[in-house]
T-cell receptor
Framework: AQSVTQLDSQVPVFEEAPVELRCNYS??????LFWYVQYPNQGLQLLLK??????LVESINGFEAEFNKSQTSFHLRKPSVHISDTAEYFC????????????FGTGTLLAVQP | AAGVIQSPRHLIKEKRETATLKCYPI?????VYWYQQGPGQDPQFLIS???????DKGSIPDRFSAQQFSDYHSELNMSSLELGDSALYFC??????????????FGEGSRLTVL
C-alpha cells in the first residue's frame, strides 16, 4: 500500500522568505506525485506534478518540487513567499495504471506573516 | 474551460436525514472520484467509478451509496446522517484513456453540515 507523509502540520514564515514544505512517500511501485493547494473555503487546485522525466518540476507561480527517488521525497519549495501563498498544501501520490486514486498527506498549513 | 461541477455547494441536514450530492465531470471525462474532507483533515477517498461501474472503494460507510449515470455524472447518497458526516465532499474527474496526464480535476466541493 502507498502512503504519504507530511511531517509539518504548520509552517509559519515571514513574507519574502524562502520556504520548504516536506513530503515523503512510501510505495512498492512507481508513483506519480502531486502538490495540491487549498485556499480557505475553496476546493483543491493542482499546483504541480511529477509523472516522469525531469525530477524538478515547476509551477507558474514560483513553486518548485524535486522528486528524489532515493529519499522517497517530493519537497515543495519557493524562494520568496507572498501573503497570498497562505493556504493548506497537500502532497498526494497515485499509482498509475490502477484505479488512479490519489492518496493524500495530512496537509501543511503555510502561514505567511507580514 | 469547463470544470467539475458539484451541487449543492452547501447543505444543512438533521441527524438521521438523507442527503444527495451531485457531481458533473468535465466533458469527455469517464472517471469520477469522491472524497470526504472532515474539518482540519486531509481528503479521504470514498469511492470511484469508471464507465459507470464502480472501480475502487475506500472508506465509504455502508450508509452511503453512489453511482455513475449514462451521462457520466455521479451522485453520492447518504442516509441516516450522523454528526460525524459533516464535511466537505469533493468530486474529481479524469479521462482514463488517451493522453493520461495523471491529473485529477477537483470540483469546489459540497459542504454538508449535519445538526
Amino acid at each position: 500500500a502507498q502512503s504519504v507523509t507530511q511531517l509539518d502540520s504548520q509552517v509559519p514564515v515571514f513574507e519574502e522568505a524562502p520556504v520548504e514544505l516536506r513530503c515523503n512517500y512510501s510505495s512498492s511501485v512507481s508513483v506519480y506525485l502531486f502538490w495540491y493547494v487549498q485556499y480557505p473555503n475553496q476546493g483543491l487546485q493542482l499546483l504541480l506534478k511529477y509523472l516522469s522525466g525531469s525530477t524538478l518540476v515547476e509551477s507558474i507561480n514560483g513553486f518548485e518540487a524535486e522528486f528524489n527517488k532515493s529519499q522517497t521525497s517530493f519537497h515543495l519549495r519557493k524562494p520568496s513567499v507572498h501573503i497570498s501563498d497562505t493556504a493548506e498544501y497537500f502532497c498526494a501520490a497515485m499509482i498509475p495504471g490502477a484505479t488512479n486514486k490519489l492518496i493524500f498527506g495530512t496537509g501543511t498549513l503555510l502561514a505567511v506573516q507580514p | 474551460a469547463a470544470g467539475v461541477i458539484q451541487s449543492p455547494r452547501h447543505l444543512i441536514k438533521e441527524k438521521r436525514e438523507t442527503a444527495t450530492l451531485k457531481c458533473y465531470p468535465i466533458p469527455r471525462h469517464d472517471t469520477v472520484y469522491w472524497y470526504q474532507q472532515g474539518p482540519g483533515q486531509d481528503p479521504q477517498f470514498l469511492i470511484s467509478f469508471y464507465e459507470k461501474m464502480q472501480s475502487d472503494k475506500g472508506s465509504i460507510p455502508d450508509r452511503f451509496s453512489a453511482q455513475q449515470f449514462s451521462d457520466y455524472h455521479s451522485e453520492l447518497n447518504m442516509s441516516s446522517l450522523e454528526l460525524g458526516d459533516s464535511a466537505l465532499y469533493f468530486c474529481a474527474s479524469r479521462q482514463a484513456g488517451g493522453m493520461n496526464t495523471g491529473e485529477l480535476f477537483f470540483g469546489e466541493g459540497s459542504r454538508l453540515t449535519v445538526l
